[in-house]
């Protein structure tokens, strides 16, 4: 949606006070290693969509012998500009224009951020949930309704968990989560089934300029339960759902878990025609992952009208100089631009960046 | 609270501030304001306060606070009886009440169905609603739980029930926007639940 002009941040990381200001296009942050270089493109990921790309436990994002830490971004949208606030200590705090919120679904989505990060090869090594998390987070910042259908249909999931777990099973109540499931359930799936022919395509484009000869990189989203290829409306999706957790009660209530349904979805990734979650060697994994991130980063960027922003921490390591002039093309759609290197060489390729120094927690800029 | 403090004031200021939307700095003013009090003032509004449970109750009929058996709704007689109108709580009748569009009869269900905090169907008001309507000649329900997950299933789990056994007209209350705020700062739920209960205009 809109673009950080100033940041400000108060102990977090390596940071004591940190203010920064930024211009569309591109930014460069160069420094050696252990400087904190990932740290800004942390707190910027942080005020994007309130969580951490490297840590799930914020309390590490705190400096060491604080209680809390303060971000605030100033950003432009539309003409218009706004601050967002976040601090973060026992609880977290919101604000939007110094006035507290208190939904995360009214702070989230007003930056579009899209991370190119060292996590990002979870998307092939992790597990299920590693693949719907990048579903999750990739779905929450492009469409608000998919978040609250998210949150709503967690909350049922546990709900009705509880409910198996009680003696006897109320099936009536039961049968009433069903139905809260396949309504949030439905609109979840159906986000997340379009996006992923939507992501087929781009990979389609990409492919023939980022990889070698005829190799193709292909996704298929993969159904925790039996579905008809034919399915493609919210209403058949919700009656699809709706018939597999009917007809796997009596194995959910031996488990008492609920076994089908966007929470056990995943999704397969296919180098060639090969699998590569079980069989690719370290380097087509590698590719495979830039490639997927910037068919996600091009995706989102289409739906959102040119509006999100990347952060790239240090990819160009992954890349041979031919890819990474055309990684480097790819980023001039882009409105704006966090980039992390250890490599000045790449500020040849990069003409009318602003760039800043990084050493030691201390940021200068020293390019407009 | 100060530790100089005499300990009848730290103990009552303590009381206070259990209280909602009262912390320690806030129970610790009131207790003092109290002490400026005259003494005649302090022990009716202790009496208020040690009486409060055994004059106020709750309805027979609809589970609203009432001073006697029945509540000012349902002793009425200028209200609709053929409506009732589904609340999780008392405090949610007034809400309704004051709106000044509503004239039928109100049933509370003490809560919600949430699993996850151990409230259940059979822990709800509900048998007490389904007979209400076996006697009486109810022809409207209006569903007015909250706009969550369990306020839907709720309203989800009512439905059934009812829909089985009586022939009514069933309907949820609309959600969204509150009047007089600024769209701009919508939270998106809120508008997706506006924009799915809109309704025609022309
Ligand atoms: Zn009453």
């Known amino acids: ?41 942390e707190l910027i990921y942080f005020i994007s969509i309130l969580r951490s790309f490297r840590s799930n436990n914020l309390k590490n994002l705190i ?22 606030s976040v601090q973060l200590g026992e609880t977290r705090s919101l604000y939007l224009n110094n006035t507290k919120i208190n939904r995360a679904s009214e702070f989230i989505g007003r930056i579009r951020c899209v991370p190119f990060v060292s996590e990002d090869i979870y998307l092939v090594y992790g597990s299920g949930s590693d693949r719907r998390k990048f579903l999750d987070i990739t779905l929450s910042q492009l469409y608000p309704d998919y978040l609250s259908a998210l949150q709503n249909y967690n909350k049922a999931v546990k709900s009705r968990n509880r409910l198996l777990k009680c003696e006897p099973v109320n099936f009536k109540a039961i049968g009433v989560f069903d139905s809260i499931l396949a309504t949030a359930g439905a609109l979840i799936t159906q986000y997340r089934y379009r996006f992923c022919n939507r992501l087929n395509e781009h990979l389609t484009d990409i492919s023939p300029i980022m990889l070698a000869g005829n190799d193709r990189i292909k996704i298929k989203y993969e159904f925790s339960y039996d579905i008809s290829e034919k399915v493609q409306t919210q209403e058949e999706f919700q009656r699809s759902y709706l018939n597999a957790l009917k007809k796997n009660i009596d194995k959910d209530s031996q488990y008492k878990l609920t076994s089908v349904g966007p929470h056990r979805d995943d999704f397969l990734i296919f180098f060639n025609e090969k699998s590569l979650n079980n069989f690719g060697s370290e380097g087509e994994c590698r590719i495979t992952v830039i490639i997927l991130k910037i068919a996600s980063g091009r995706l989102s960027n289409e739906t959102d009208n040119n509006n999100v922003i990347y952060i790239i921490d240090d990819v160009f390591g992954e890349l041979d100089e031919k890819r990474r002039e055309s990684f480097l093309t790819y980023l001039q759609d882009i409105k704006q631009v966090f980039i992390t290197t250890t490599d000045n060489k790449i500020l040849d390729c990069l003409p009318h960046s602003s760039v800043f120094n990084i050493s030691n927690g201390k940021v200068v800029k020293c390019k407009e | 609270m100060s530790n100089h403090y005499p300990i009848p004031i730290k103990e009552l200021s303590q009381s206070l501030s259990s209280l909602p939307g ?34 106020v109750t709750h309805c027979d009929i609809c589970g609203n606070l009432a001073e006697k058996e029945l509540c000012e709704v349902c002793l009425n007689p200028k209200r609709n009886n053929d409506v009732i109108c589904v609340v999780e709580y008392p405090q949610q009748i007034a809400a309704i009440d004051n709106c000044g ?72 209350i609309a959600l969204g926007i509150p009047v007089g705020s600024d769209l701009t700062y919508a939270d998106s739920a809120t508008m997706a639940m506006a924009l799915d209960s809109r309704r025609p205009l022309l």
């Open chain 1, 63 to 84: 400096q060491w012998q604080q209680n809390s830490f303060l971000l605030s971004g100033c950003v432009e949208c539309l003409n218009s500009k706004m601050k967002l």
């Open chain 2, 22 to 55: 009262v912390g320690k700095r806030t129970s610790e003013r009131l207790t003092l304001a109290l002490l400026d009090w005259e003494s005649d003032d302090l022990r009716r509004l202790g009496e208020q306060i040690s009486t409060l449970k055994e004059k």
């Open chain 2, 101 to 172: 569009r509503y004239n039928g009869l109100y049933h509370v269900l003490g809560g919600k169905i949430d699993p996850l905090s151990n409230i259940h169907a059979e822990n709800l008001r509900i048998n007490q609603l389904i007979d209400r309507i076996k006697e009486n000649n109810i022809r409207e329900i209006i569903l007015s739980t909250s706009p969550d997950v369990e306020g839907e299933a709720t309203a989800v789990y009512l439905a059934n029930e009812l829909k089985d056994q009586f022939q009514l007209n069933i309907s949820r």
């Open chain 1, 1 to 41: 949606m809109g673009l950080f002009n100033e940041i400000t941040a108060i102990h977090f990381r390596n940071f004591t006070k940190l203010n920064l200001t930024f211009s569309s296009g591109i930014n460069v942050f160069v420094g050696e290693n252990g400087q904190g270089k990932t740290n800004i493109l």
